[in-house]
């Protein structure tokens, strides 16, 4: 039964090459790009910072990360703010300025990028304070958030075709403040 025998083959071959496709984090049924925060803590001083790294899984082929609408081909980069409790977003902005190179790819497998949350405002004022603005501290420091619980935002700072990346809950906890006596 030569039909019979070559289907069997048929079907070894194609366990092999899905075990390899597996073995390697290749594309097999199910699996997807995904984006994560790895993050040392989830508990913070206000005016403290968290460490981590921002974790991208791509199964498939390498993602070109310069390819937007504009066509223009400006490094990417991305910020980790957090936002709740009636404030908004905080955390650094990015300028106009864009650092062009040919391509930026994320590549096939697992990336890590060393990120960085600080619990303070994104900024202050000097002058009245509003909703997301408090008065800068003497010096001119950016005061620290509230207590209470954030929720984690990532910015990009160029668009990128890459799924969000999932909130985790920071919880802020009363700054130390100095003592006075």
């Known amino acids: 039964m030569p039909g019979k025998a070559w ?13 390899i496709a597996a073995a390697c984090g290749g594309t097999t049924l199910g699996n997807k790009l995904t984006l994560s925060l790895s993050l040392n803590t989830t508990t913070v001083r206000g005016g403290g910072t968290v460490n981590g790294f921002l974790v991208a899984k791509n199964p498939g082929l390498p993602i070109d990360l310069t390819q937007d609408e504009t066509r223009l081909r400006c490094r990417t980069g991305f ?3 957090l936002s709740g409790n009636g404030i908004p977003t905080t955390g650094p902005a990015f300028t106009a300025n864009c650092v062009s190179v040919k391509h930026q790819y994320l590549k096939h ?5 060393k990120a960085q949350i600080t619990a303070s405002y994104g900024r202050c004022t000097s002058g009245p304070a509003s909703i997301g ?10 005061p620290p958030l509230p207590p ?3 929720n984690t935002v990532v910015s990009w700072s160029t668009p990128v075709p890459l799924p969000k990346v999932p909130p985790v809950a920071i919880h802020v906890i009363a700054d130390l403040a100095p003592s006075h006596g």
């Open 7 to 19: 289907t069997v083959k048929r079907a070894i071959l194609a366990l092999i090459i899905l075990a």
């Open 148 to 150: 209470g619980t954030y």
């Open 79 to 81: 910020a980790v703010g």
């Open 109 to 113: 497998g697992v990336t890590r990028w």
């Open 133 to 142: 603005t408090p008065r800068c501290e003497p010096g001119g420091q950016i």
